[in-house]
């Protein structure tokens, strides 16, 4: 049986939103600085990609954006709203829980294979 490649931004997305989420708690963030940081994590992320992903948490409620203007340019700037925060510290439970029970098994599974 012969197996397809795994898309890695369908797979990815979701921890994808949650840093987006989680950075957009911290502090004000914009779509240039943002792609740069999930950069600095591995992802490369287009302005066609991002864009989307924040309009989406903005749509859910979980980000407010308002435009900054600094002379000739203006960008978009996102917080996390109340319900952005709720849902990131919700999501950090489960996340902890679910990665919680992959890492025991990698853990398991190395340990096996070091024994024998």
Do not use: C
């Not at 302005?47 to 978009?76: D, I, M, V």
């Amino acid at each position: 049986m012969k197996h397809e490649p795994v898309d890695d931004k369908d797979l990815y997305a979701g921890l994808i939103r949650l840093h987006i989420l989680y950075h957009a708690a911290q502090e004000p963030i914009f779509g240039l600085g943002i792609i740069e940081e999930l950069a600095r994590h591995g992802y490369k992320l287009s302005a066609g990609t991002l864009y989307p992903l924040l309009h989406g948490l903005e749509q859910k409620g979980y980000l407010r954006s308002h435009e900054e203007r600094n002379g000739r340019w203006s960008r978009k700037v996102y917080r996390a709203t109340p319900l952005g925060r709720k849902a990131l510290e919700a999501a950090k439970e489960k996340v902890r829980e679910l990665f919680g029970e992959l890492f025991e098994d990698m853990a398991e599974t190395h340990q096996v294979r070091r024994s024998r």
